[in-house]
């Protein structure tokens, strides 16, 4: 599957298209097969995302995994810290990202 | 240390409000993301894989206790509760908002403090050696030049849109504490047969893709034609410098390419040229400058012994202080490499505590080291018992400067957007394997240092040990280097081989240093003995 992925513009924030809009958990993402190009123009251009792209990802039962450990990292925050990030939903919510 | 006169603020405050109002054409949409990258760049804002990343400028590295306490507030109020600090004498802070950085910028420039030229191809922030003003081996006190290249080049109409990024460094003793021959210019003060000051240029040097050591240029250019000369180095470098290839474009690959003897010849003719121009400063105002740099008001009656009845405290004063050039005074390093930690990283409490130290012991002073510690530059002898006592009690008393744990550490791929690997847990796996401080003691003087990426923020070239880490068909894959160094023997690190996973790359190192052990002379230490007997052993043991 693909999924698209950005920064909040305000904040920074990581933020995951959810199908209605941008989100902070990558669980919410859907995927957006081939209209990903089009879909990260309208939105960059809408001001509602900063630097978007779109990423190759593995769905799973508890969501979308990225394919590459840079926006697996991304998705669940620095692995050193758990206060830092996002913070997973259980102990073992990041043990997918390495 | 020096004070902004009204030119000095009002050149920051104009910045802020600038930003400020770049900052609000961005978030209305006047401005691309094209368009506003390079201006925020420019004032050391950068998108990273969490957040922005905001890097604030440490000029030499040097700061009071007003701005210490002021990054303690930035990291409590806009961040989430630490600093990191860096390898080129900076602080970074990893979870910054683009709505808030005007705010932030605005209250840093209430402590004459900024982010400007802490990105892009201009010239950055000065480095220095950490002991400067206090090291016992210095020829003069390097800051008052490190201030005149910092207002030099801020805003230097000429050098701002260089080819890449520029880094200049400035010592004044035999002994490299700063990495200076590993600079686009490195600068060494020293004295002639005559006694005069004059400085010795070292010009090439860096570490990224291509790492060099700079070549020395000039022996001897007299002290009050520094700027002059720099400036020619930099104007041959602006004209010739590659700008088709950010690959080629910093002025190692240039010198490298044209030969030291052409580069240092064109460097003449155009100082020939720059010197008829007046840049050079009156010496009154390099006077001026100084005088912001006249030594702290010593007691001179200080005992110049230290109780070392407390073993703990006796260690640490063993590994973490050395000598200072005023008797009753030691120069103090505080090391952010407590076993487990992130190197570098100090909490906003500990960046506080820090501040009231330096209030109290150090004469108002600390300086931030390429190594990602904190130095307490003035400290009192008698004072140092109750010092370490106060570090102690918040964690920051680890006695371990230049042993195996006291690792230089990128923020790698857990932070940074051009990462490949994460550096960081690798650096905490490291110093809990080597924990043992009896172990690292017995392994003597042994610098590490780990890269996330090629462009070697971490130093790995310069280390003992080095850790690269590269990106292997989408896992982290960590090369080892060994042999290299920063310090005055300035030396590139040799690849031993195929790279290794997380663990692998962990034993490996233990397998390095046990070779170390068994073929070591007495007092030899790990550096010297990799010189002495080659890779061979070293490799055998690695790779079998």
């Known amino acids: 599957m693909k999924i698209a992925t950005g920064s909040d513009l305000a904040t920074g924030d990581v933020v995951w298209w959810d199908g209605e809009g941008w989100s902070r958990h990558i669980e919410a993402a859907v995927d957006v097969g081939d209209a990903g190009t089009g879909l990260i123009a309208r939105e960059e251009a809408a001001l509602r995302v900063n630097v978007p792209y779109v990423i190759d990802a593995e769905p799973s039962p508890d969501g979308p995994r990225p394919a590459h450990i840079k926006d697996r990292i991304r998705a669940r925050g620095p692995t050193v810290g758990d206060d830092l990030g996002i913070k997973p939903a259980s102990a073992g919510a990041g043990s997918w990202v390495i | ?544």
């Not at chain 2, 920051?12 to 993301?33: C, K, N, P």
């Not at chain 2, 401080?437 to 280390?463: F, P, T, V, W, Y």
């Open chain 2, 1 to 544: 240390m020096y004070k902004y006169d009204s030119y000095d603020q009002t050149i920051v405050d104009t910045r802020v409000e600038e930003f400020r109002e770049q900052v609000e054409r961005r978030l209305s949409g006047e401005l691309s993301e094209d368009q506003f990258k390079p201006l925020r760049l420019m004032n050391g804002l950068y998108l990273q894989l969490h957040a922005y990343m905001l890097r604030v400028a440490i000029p030499y590295g040097t700061l009071d206790a007003r701005q210490m306490r002021m990054l303690a507030h930035v990291a409590r109020t806009y961040d989430k509760g630490y600093g990191h600090f860096t390898t080129r004498q900076n602080i970074q802070f990893n979870w910054i908002e683009l709505k808030d950085t005007p705010d932030i910028l605005a209250e840093l420039a209430t402590v004459e403090m900024h982010a400007i030229q802490t990105s892009g191809n201009c010239i950055r922030n000065i480095s220095s050696d950490q002991f400067a003003g206090a090291a016992a081996d210095e020829v003069t006190d390097p800051r008052p030049w490190a201030e005149l290249l910092r207002q030099w080049s801020t805003f230097h109409p000429e050098f701002s849109y260089l080819p890449r990024k520029f880094k200049i460094c400035v010592i004044a003793a035999d002994e490299d504490r700063a990495a200076m021959r590993l600079h686009d210019i490195g600068i060494q003060l020293t004295r002639n047969e005559a006694g005069d000051v004059g400085a010795a240029v070292y010009v090439g040097g860096g570490m990224g893709r291509t790492p060099m050591i700079a070549p020395l240029i000039k022996d001897f250019v007299p002290i009050d034609d520094l700027l002059s000369y720099v400036e020619a180095c930099l104007r041959v470098y602006n004209r010739y410098g590659r700008r088709d290839n950010i690959y080629k474009a910093r002025i190692k690959i240039l010198i490298h390419e044209i030969g030291a003897d052409s580069y240092r010849q064109q460097v003449e003719d155009e100082w020939a040229h720059v010197k008829t121009l007046g840049l050079d400063p009156p010496r009154a105002e390099f006077e001026r400058i100084a005088g912001f740099f006249a030594p702290p008001a010593y007691d001179s009656a200080a005992p110049d012994t230290i109780d070392r009845s407390d073993p703990d405290f006796a260690l640490w004063v063993d590994q973490n202080v050395k000598p200072h050039k005023q008797p009753g005074y030691a120069i103090a390093t505080i090391s952010l490499k407590p076993v487990g930690g992130i190197p570098g990283d100090a909490t906003a409490a500990q960046i506080d505590l820090m501040a009231d130290l330096a209030e109290r012991y150090s004469f108002d002073e600390l300086r931030v080291t390429h190594a990602q510690n904190i130095v307490l530059p003035y400290v009192r002898k008698a004072d140092l018992h109750a010092l370490w006592q106060a570090l102690d009690g918040a964690g920051l008393a680890t006695a371990n400067l230049d042993l195996i744990s006291d690792i230089i550490a990128c923020p790698g791929l857990d932070y940074c957007s051009l990462a490949n690997a994460r550096s960081i847990p690798l650096a905490q796996k490291i110093a809990n394997r080597f924990a043992s401080m009896e172990r690292q003691r017995d392994l003597g003087e042994l610098k590490l240092k780990i890269s996330g990426c090629i462009n070697a923020c971490g130093h790995h070239h310069a280390g003992h040990i080095g850790i690269l880490g590269v990106d292997k068909r989408g896992a982290e894959n960590y090369q080892l280097l060994l042999g290299g160094s920063g310090a005055e023997d300035a030396s590139l690190g040799n690849i031993t081989g195929p790279g290794f996973d997380e663990d692998g790359i962990v034993d490996a190192i233990e397998r390095t240093v046990e070779t170390y052990r068994a073929v070591r002379t007495d007092g030899e230490r790990f550096l010297d003995t990799y010189r002495r007997v080659g890779i061979a052993p070293f490799k055998e043991a690695i790779y079998g």
